[in-house]
């Protein structure tokens, strides 16, 4: 179910492989009316395509929300994207940056799910103290 929620990591391939099918279906759902319909398309398909769109919109937010989870960045980063520049460059950023290596506070790493963080270092008592250092 992390295709349609925001909890969970995603690395780039999977990321990649999913925003690059939803722009597919969008394309479809954008030709399909145009193809059925030559001269006039009937409102109530033009309003499914419509709600297709939103559909999809969507799913490809929720992927970029994985994907910055993947790179330990909280989803308030998506807003960044509204900026006309700067989303070109952190979608492309998305795309070849290498997400953390090991757990994050979003989750396991989805590469490495066997990788744990380090244990804490040992706590050195001298003795005669009951308190450690």
Known sequence: MAFFTGAGRLRRRGYFCRVLGLYALALVVYALPGWL???EVPVPVALLALAGF???FYLVVVQALLRLHDLNLSSWWSLVMLLPVVSYILG???????????P??????PKRPYLLPPPPPPMIVPPGNTEPE
């Open 104 to 109: 994050n506070r979003f989750g396991l790493d």
């Open 37 to 39: 319909y030559a001269m």
């Open 92 to 102: 492309a950023g998305l795309q070849f940056v290498q997400g953390t290596v090991g």
């Open 54 to 56: 939103v559909v999809i």
